[in-house]
Protein backbone atom coordinates (compact mmCIF):
# COMPACT_ATOMS: atom_id res chain seq x y z
CA UNK A 1 0.00 0.00 0.00
CA UNK A 2 1.05 3.11 -1.02
CA UNK A 3 2.46 5.23 2.21
CA UNK A 4 -0.53 8.74 3.08
CA UNK A 5 0.83 11.96 3.64
CA UNK A 6 0.75 14.25 6.99
CA UNK A 7 2.59 17.24 7.93
CA UNK A 8 3.65 17.84 11.76
CA UNK A 9 5.04 20.90 13.72
CA UNK A 10 8.32 20.48 16.06
CA UNK A 11 6.96 23.31 18.46
CA UNK A 12 9.97 24.60 20.26
CA UNK A 13 11.01 27.61 22.88
CA UNK A 14 14.17 28.73 23.67
CA UNK A 15 15.50 29.94 27.20
CA UNK A 16 18.49 31.04 28.63
CA UNK A 17 19.22 27.27 29.75
CA UNK A 18 17.54 25.30 26.99
CA UNK A 19 15.85 24.56 24.23
CA UNK A 20 12.68 22.86 25.31
CA UNK A 21 10.28 20.53 22.47
CA UNK A 22 6.43 19.91 23.27
CA UNK A 23 4.84 17.00 23.09
CA UNK A 24 0.96 16.33 23.13
CA UNK A 25 -0.68 12.79 23.48
CA UNK A 26 -3.00 11.40 20.85
CA UNK A 27 -6.54 11.24 21.40
CA UNK A 28 -7.11 7.32 20.95
CA UNK A 29 -4.30 5.78 22.04
CA UNK A 30 -2.48 8.69 24.32
CA UNK A 31 1.10 7.77 22.41
CA UNK A 32 3.28 11.15 23.16
CA UNK A 33 3.65 12.60 19.25
CA UNK A 34 4.22 15.86 17.74
CA UNK A 35 0.97 17.69 16.18
CA UNK A 36 0.32 16.49 12.90
CA UNK A 37 -2.60 16.10 10.09
CA UNK A 38 -3.24 15.85 6.45
CA UNK A 39 -2.52 17.93 4.13
CA UNK A 40 -4.12 20.67 2.68
CA UNK A 41 -5.04 22.36 -0.83
CA UNK A 42 -5.40 25.64 0.23
CA UNK A 43 -2.86 25.81 2.27
CA UNK A 44 1.05 25.05 1.68
CA UNK A 45 2.34 22.20 3.80
CA UNK A 46 3.92 24.22 6.78
CA UNK A 47 0.99 26.65 7.13
CA UNK A 48 -0.54 23.63 7.32
CA UNK A 49 1.90 22.35 10.63
CA UNK A 50 1.08 25.78 11.81
CA UNK A 51 -2.86 25.35 12.00
CA UNK A 52 -2.26 21.53 13.39
CA UNK A 53 -0.32 23.00 16.12
CA UNK A 54 -2.85 25.53 17.27
CA UNK A 55 -6.03 22.80 16.75
CA UNK A 56 -4.19 20.29 18.98
CA UNK A 57 -2.01 22.25 21.48
CA UNK A 58 -3.40 26.28 21.04
CA UNK A 59 0.41 26.78 19.73
CA UNK A 60 1.26 29.66 18.11
CA UNK A 61 4.49 31.18 16.21
CA UNK A 62 6.63 31.03 13.63
CA UNK A 63 6.75 28.06 11.53
CA UNK A 64 9.63 27.60 9.06
CA UNK A 65 9.45 26.32 5.31
CA UNK A 66 12.01 24.30 5.29
CA UNK A 67 11.20 20.55 6.83
CA UNK A 68 13.43 19.14 9.32
CA UNK A 69 12.82 15.67 8.11
CA UNK A 70 10.32 13.18 8.08
CA UNK A 71 9.21 10.25 9.71
CA UNK A 72 7.01 7.09 9.12
CA UNK A 73 4.38 4.80 11.24
CA UNK A 74 1.31 3.46 10.40
CA UNK A 75 -2.15 5.45 11.44
CA UNK A 76 -5.40 3.31 12.56
CA UNK A 77 -8.03 4.77 10.86
CA UNK A 78 -11.71 4.51 11.96
CA UNK A 79 -12.77 1.51 10.62
CA UNK A 80 -9.45 -0.38 12.71
CA UNK A 81 -7.54 -0.60 9.50
CA UNK A 82 -3.84 0.96 9.43
CA UNK A 83 -2.49 2.66 6.66
CA UNK A 84 1.10 3.59 6.14
CA UNK A 85 1.73 7.44 6.61
CA UNK A 86 5.07 9.23 5.68
CA UNK A 87 4.86 12.63 7.68
CA UNK A 88 7.35 15.60 6.63
CA UNK A 89 8.12 17.99 10.02
CA UNK A 90 8.58 21.91 10.20
CA UNK A 91 9.85 23.48 12.69
CA UNK A 92 8.20 25.95 14.75
CA UNK A 93 9.42 28.28 17.54
CA UNK A 94 6.83 29.12 19.33
CA UNK A 95 5.65 32.76 21.18
CA UNK A 96 2.65 32.03 22.72
CA UNK A 97 -0.18 28.87 23.52
CA UNK A 98 -3.91 30.01 23.31
CA UNK A 99 -6.49 30.61 26.19
CA UNK A 100 -8.36 28.24 24.17
CA UNK A 101 -8.41 26.18 21.41
CA UNK A 102 -10.41 23.44 19.23
CA UNK A 103 -8.96 20.30 20.89
CA UNK A 104 -8.22 22.18 24.50
CA UNK A 105 -8.87 19.18 27.06
CA UNK A 106 -8.54 15.96 24.29
CA UNK A 107 -4.41 15.44 25.21
CA UNK A 108 -1.94 15.74 27.75
CA UNK A 109 0.78 17.95 26.86
CA UNK A 110 4.14 18.27 28.23
CA UNK A 111 7.51 20.75 27.78
CA UNK A 112 10.91 18.68 27.90
CA UNK A 113 14.57 18.77 26.54
CA UNK A 114 14.86 17.05 22.88
CA UNK A 115 16.55 14.00 24.71
CA UNK A 116 14.13 13.40 26.86
CA UNK A 117 10.76 13.67 24.33
CA UNK A 118 12.90 11.25 21.93
CA UNK A 119 12.41 9.10 24.49
CA UNK A 120 8.97 9.11 25.01
CA UNK A 121 8.06 8.67 21.37
CA UNK A 122 7.43 5.53 19.45
CA UNK A 123 8.48 6.23 15.95
CA UNK A 124 12.20 5.34 15.74
CA UNK A 125 12.52 8.16 12.48
CA UNK A 126 11.04 10.90 15.38
CA UNK A 127 13.25 9.93 18.11
CA UNK A 128 16.26 10.33 15.74
CA UNK A 129 14.63 13.57 14.53
CA UNK A 130 14.31 14.30 17.84
CA UNK A 131 17.39 13.41 19.03
CA UNK A 132 19.32 15.37 16.59
CA UNK A 133 17.29 18.73 16.64
CA UNK A 134 19.02 22.16 16.79
CA UNK A 135 16.94 24.99 16.48
CA UNK A 136 17.19 26.73 13.08
CA UNK A 137 19.19 29.70 12.92
CA UNK A 138 16.86 31.30 10.23
CA UNK A 139 13.75 31.10 12.48
CA UNK A 140 15.84 32.48 15.76
CA UNK A 141 16.58 35.39 13.52
CA UNK A 142 12.99 35.83 12.07
CA UNK A 143 11.53 36.01 15.79
CA UNK A 144 13.69 38.57 17.33
Not at 9 to 18: N, Y
Request: proline letters at 9%; charged letters at 25%; glycine letters at 4%.
Amino acid sequence: MKPRTQVAALPFVISKKSCKILLITSRETNRWIIPKGWPSSSRPPHRQAAREAYEEAGLVGVTGKRPLGSYKYQKVLDDGSAVPCVVTVFPMLVAKQARKWPEKGQRKSRWLKPSDAAVLVDEKDLTRLLRSFKPPTYLLAKAA
